[in-house]
């Protein structure tokens, strides 16, 4: 079993929740399938219920082609289940953690088409807001897009980057590109803006506040200005970067960072709200639905 607790997203000083001392070398353990009580099943539907009834017009197109490919919908699902349908899609498998994990044992799971899942659910007080990823955040938000074939090669990419970037002391501006694209990013639809982001997707109030708000700043992507924005896990997001496809988001993790890396880090870092000039105020037309 691992020695050391994994860090927590890096800024929080509180223990990690989940029982480690279950987790093998790579962090990873069995599904408790049978920890599972009736509250978890139900507190499990609930939530996918509600948030199930917030996605039209305010979730991509293809999250929404793909969620009903994690199945059953009034209990929590079997990850072996998910997998014998997500393997023949694109070849990825969810795998079960106890919680958040290391950056080299996540990254090393990702560039290996494996997509680390928290098998423990929050409680019936928690419905409406937790810090850390639980499992309905893990599946209903990550496991959907996984079985888009150009998602799944972005994610895999950014996994073998991360393995590079460990390499090169630059985890910190890499997991920066994870949290505006992978967490928590927004795509432009022809017929307006839709959220892409696992962690706005399995939010209630943070779906409608990221798609429709006048408040965030909403900036194009693009790896020099992600990278240099700092970002906050205990609130929503004060800016969300926008992507045309994930064509463009693929496409994007084809150059080597490590140039990247360098002129990044002779840069001032940015605030998570910081406006670097007038013209990233733009205001994206959402026709409302
Ligand atoms: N661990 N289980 C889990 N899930 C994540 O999404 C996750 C993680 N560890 C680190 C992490 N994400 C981010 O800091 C990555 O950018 C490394
Ligand atoms: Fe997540």
């Not at 994994?6 to 509180?14: L, N």
């Not at 409680?123 to 937790?130: Q, S």
């Amino acid at each position: 079993a691992p020695a050391a607790e994994p860090v927590v997203y890096g800024q929080s000083d509180r223990p990690p929740r989940g029982d480690y001392s279950r987790a093998a070398a790579d962090y990873t353990c069995p599904q408790n399938y049978a920890a599972y009580t009736a509250a978890d099943h139900d507190t499990y539907r609930r939530l996918y219920e509600r948030q199930a009834a917030l996605l039209p017009g305010l979730a991509s197109d293809e999250f929404i082609a793909a969620l009903p490919s994690l199945g059953v919908k009034d209990h929590i699902p079997r990850f072996e289940e998910i997998n014998e349908r997500l393997y023949r899609a694109t070849r990825w498998e969810i795998v079960a953690v106890p919680g958040l994990i290391p950056e080299v044992p996540f990254f090393t799971l990702l560039a290996n088409r494996k997509f680390p899942v928290t098998d423990w659910l929050r409680t019936p007080e928690e419905f409406d807001y937790i810090v850390e990823p639980d499992v309905f955040h893990d599946l209903f938000g990550h496991v959907p897009l996984l079985f888009n074939p150009v998602f799944a090669d972005y994610v895999q990419r950014y996994g073998q980057g991360g393995l590079k970037a460990h390499a090169l002391g630059a985890c910190e501006l890499l997991s920066r590109l994870y949290w505006y694209t992978i967490e928590f990013g927004l795509i432009r639809q022809s017929d307006g803006l839709r959220a892409y982001g696992a962690g706005i997707l399995s939010s209630a109030g943070e779906l409608q506040y990221a798609v429709r708000s006048e408040e965030p700043h909403r900036i194009p992507l693009a790896l020099e200005r992600t990278m240099r924005t700092r970002y906050k896990i205990d609130t929503y997001q004060q800016t969300y970067f926008v992507i045309d496809s994930f064509q463009q988001l693929f496409d994007m993790t084809a150059p080597d960072f490590a140039p990247v890396y360098e002129r990044v880090k002779g840069l001032p870092e940015l605030a998570a709200d910081a406006l670097l000039s007038n013209d990233e105020r733009q205001r994206w037309a959402t026709k409302p639905t």
